[in-house]
């Protein structure tokens, strides 16, 4: 069978790593409006990969499987954190971020205009991940920016 051209279209794509990753993707339509386009589950029933969509990017997911890992758990529970934020720009970010918090999302920061012409706030979700969500309200110059930052924002 012929492999399909767009098989090997190059991407990137975020993986995250979770404890339920079940309930994370039921988590990620309510909160963000998912789209799920596979889930595998493994023989003990944890989600060996799923993917899904959240506006139109595809990201990855799958349960926490410290055995694959050097018996090290890497979800960011494990880790005291993660690192990564992954950001959600677009219209009618209050809505969005009512809604991140409605599916059970706890604020880090609170939505605020920022200096820099977004609307911007950030949820962290039941898993650990942290989403920034923004919408932009206004054209800020460079200039206008790094006079704010100056002036300490």
């Not at 720009?89 to 706890?106: I, K, P, S, W």
């Not at 706030?121 to 991940?129: C, E, L, N, T, Y």
Request: glycine letters at 10%.
């Amino acid at each position: 069978m012929a492999i399909n051209p767009e098989a090997n279209q190059p991407m990137l794509v975020p993986h995250l790593v979770v404890d339920d990753a079940a309930a994370a993707l039921d988590f990620y339509a309510k909160a963000f409006g998912a789209e799920e386009m596979a889930r595998i589950p493994g023989p003990d029933g944890k989600l060996i990969h799923a993917a899904f969509r959240i506006n139109g990017v595809m990201l990855f997911l799958n349960d926490d499987f410290p055995e694959m890992n050097d018996g090290k758990s890497t979800t960011p529970t494990a880790l005291g954190g993660s690192p990564v934020t992954i950001h959600l720009h677009g219209a009618d970010v209050d809505a969005r971020f009512q809604r991140a918090l409605d599916a059970g999302a706890t604020v880090v920061n609170p939505l605020e205009d920022q200096f820099w012409g977004d609307r911007y706030g950030v949820v962290r979700d039941p898993f650990g991940h942290q989403w920034s969500l923004a919408e932009t309200v206004r054209e800020v110059d460079m200039a206008e920016m790094m006079a704010q930052m100056a002036s300490g924002g």
